[in-house]
């Protein structure tokens, strides 16, 4: 089938994908030029910030940033007469421009088992989901018996992609040992990292898999009854996954009679509690029953004791998704894909200073290094790489002697930082690391349910101390304080999110303590963020007049003439760091402040 694809999805509809799907269809079908080709709007392609993304089949010409103003010229070019729009290609690693997706660098690496349908198929649709050969797992599980399935998923050695990494078979298998019914399974879908978008795309670009990846966990246990919780922020994602289930229903998927075998599930999506907590397991299933969501203390598991206080699994969205190509194509096959102890691919939303940003899917294993400037591209404006902060808000942050690691859940843990639920941003060397610690313990301490006093205490304090280090009120018994505090959240913290929130802190304190010195002894901030630590200057040597520097200021701070050396007035600047984003010549320099 002669297709034009266009990427629907959130970043892309924001860039007006819409528009242009609409306008390829008011031209493919005109008279003028009456060409047979169907138009298909598809969930995430990943390459976001190059989207609207256009794929012309079955050729596989990629184009980017198409608009509306485009459509035309590529219908004509393309479409009728095989000729390629230059402007609209990619480039290679050659600077030259690639036609396919697989000739693009930052789509080359990847390997899509969680994201093998999101891209591919229209939104949504059930037909297209079984022309891939969706449900033929689920068909395939139901005449299996539950020791049969859990065998197949303890052979691939998947563990969960939600940030804990526990093996997903040995949690299926506890359950299914229980007799205690009813069970439930659960699917979180609660995605609340900051500039995480992982689950959201999969949910909306490809319901299914996870929708039949939760009923064989089902199966394999022996629950009858589900739940997706779906952050509440993720309105096309809660309307997606609601009519996928009532398609599933009508195609004899899920209901009273699954495939014919007698089988039961019934499931249906419940909205966020809209809190960053609500993710942690045990909140989840409270805010499920209606409570608030507040978690427990873990010495009963959900698998014993979960919803309702019946056996319980939980798995994250890119878990479930991958479970019908494990049962697809065998245990084995999936476990052939990572390392002896991180199986499989992991998605991850690659993010902040990196030329290529967008959702990527690459083998366990890989490393950093491979991840930012292979896929990634390297650093925007080819400045010097500062750290990545893996593992959402409370990741680790990693410097760039580290660039060489693996990316796994063991590695990464022994570092300090954390596979996470995925997010990935990457940072240059004008980021201060002092406020990226205090930027994350502040999203955190505002998140803290204030269950247990050393999360909701200790968040609170950790974040006094590090505004004081970045206004300028630091003293050098603050950095002891912060340790302290950090080992106490720690040991103590009742759940994930407090043990966790330290793990900021600690890494810059551990791989950037001479930036948290200069803050507090010098009265510098080194990246020329924190503002009561930071003037600037102009370098009259190395500016060459071109005045954008002071186009850039919002102040009129900065006296400039043509091919003339600049000067910041420091009595009218804000510090606010437009000049130096602005010069092209790296003529701003950063000082410290009396």
């Not at 500039?195 to 064989?216: N, Y």
């Amino acid at each position: 089938m002669r297709t034009v694809r266009v990427c629907c999805d959130t970043g892309c509809l924001a860039n007006g994908s819409a528009e242009v799907a609409a306008e390829f269809e008011k031209y493919i079908g005109s008279a003028e030029f009456n060409v047979e080709y169907s138009v298909k709007k598809t969930g995430c392609n990943g390459f976001c910030e190059k989207g609207p993304l256009v794929t012309i089949l079955p050729e596989g010409i990629a184009y980017y940033k198409v608009k509306v103003a485009d459509v035309k010229e590529i219908v004509e070019k393309t479409i009728k007469h095989g000729e390629l729009v230059e402007r609209l290609l990619s480039l290679g690693k050659d600077g030259k421009p690639v036609v396919t997706q697989s000739e693009n660098p930052f789509y080359a690496p990847q390997v899509k088992i969680a994201l093998r349908n999101v891209g591919v198929i229209s939104l949504g649709s059930i037909d297209e989901y079984i022309a891939t050969g969706g449900y033929e797992a689920l068909k395939k599980a139901v005449n299996m018996t539950s020791d049969e399935i859990i065998t197949e998923i303890e052979k691939s050695g998947i563990r969960g992609r939600g940030g804990a990494g526990f093996p997903t078979g040995r949690k299926w298998r506890t359950a299914a040992g229980y007799d205690n019914y009813p069970k439930y399974v659960a699917c979180n879908g609660d995605e609340g990292d900051p500039g995480a978008f992982m689950d959201r795309s999969i949910l909306e670009g490809d319901p299914h898999s996870v929708i039949e990846g939760l009923a064989i966990c089902a199966i394999s246990i022996g629950a009858e009854e589900g739940f997706l919780y779906i952050r509440d922020e993720y309105d096309s994602a809660v309307a997606t996954v609601k009519q996928a289930i009532l398609d599933a229903e009508a195609h004899g998927f899920l209901g009273d009679n699954i495939c014919g075998s007698g089988k039961k599930l019934k499931l249906q999506v419940v909205r966020g509690g809209g809190a960053f907590v609500c993710g942690e397991s045990t909140a989840l299933m409270q805010s499920i029953e209606g409570k608030v969501g507040e978690p427990r203390a873990k010495y009963i598991r959900s698998v014993q004791r979960g919803l309702w206080d019946k056996p319980t699994v939980l798995n994250n969205v890119e878990t479930l998704a991958c479970i019908p190509y494990i049962m697809q194509h065998g245990g084995e096959e999936f476990a052939k894909i990572g390392t002896d102890s991180s199986k499989g691919t992991k998605v991850f939303a690659l993010v902040g200073k990196v030329k290529r940003t967008g959702l990527v899917e690459v083998p366990m294993g890989i490393t950093l290094r491979e991840l930012i400037y292979d896929v990634g591209g390297g650093i925007q404006g080819d400045r010097p790489f500062k750290a990545v902060q893996t593992g959402g808000p409370s990741g680790g942050c990693i410097p760039e002697t580290m660039l060489d690691l693996p990316v796994d859940f063991d590695t990464l843990k022994s570092h300090g930082a954390m596979m996470g639920s995925g997010g990935m941003i990457v940072m240059d060397d004008r980021s201060c690391m002092v406020e990226v610690a205090r930027y994350y313990v502040n999203f955190l301490a505002g998140e803290s349910c204030g269950k247990c006093t050393p999360c909701r205490e200790g968040l609170k304090q950790m974040l006094a101390i590090l505004t004081d280090i970045c206004e300028g009120r630091g003293k050098e018994e603050d950095l002891f304080i912060l340790e302290e505090l950090c080992e106490m959240m720690q040991d103590a913290s009742l759940c994930a999110l407090g043990k966790s929130a330290p793990n900021p802190v600690m890494t810059t304190l551990q791989y950037f303590r001479d930036e948290y010195e200069a803050h507090i002894k010098e009265h510098r901030c080194p990246a020329g963020v924190c503002k009561n630590l930071t003037s600037f200057k102009i370098d009259v040597e190395a500016c060459r007049g071109c005045t954008a520097c002071a186009k850039a200021c919002p102040t009129d701070a900065i006296t400039s003439e043509v091919k003339k050396p600049h000067v910041i007035n420091p009595d009218k600047c804000i510090r606010c760091g437009s000049c130096r984003e602005a010069c092209k010549f790296d003529a701003v320099k950063t000082e410290g402040r009396a």
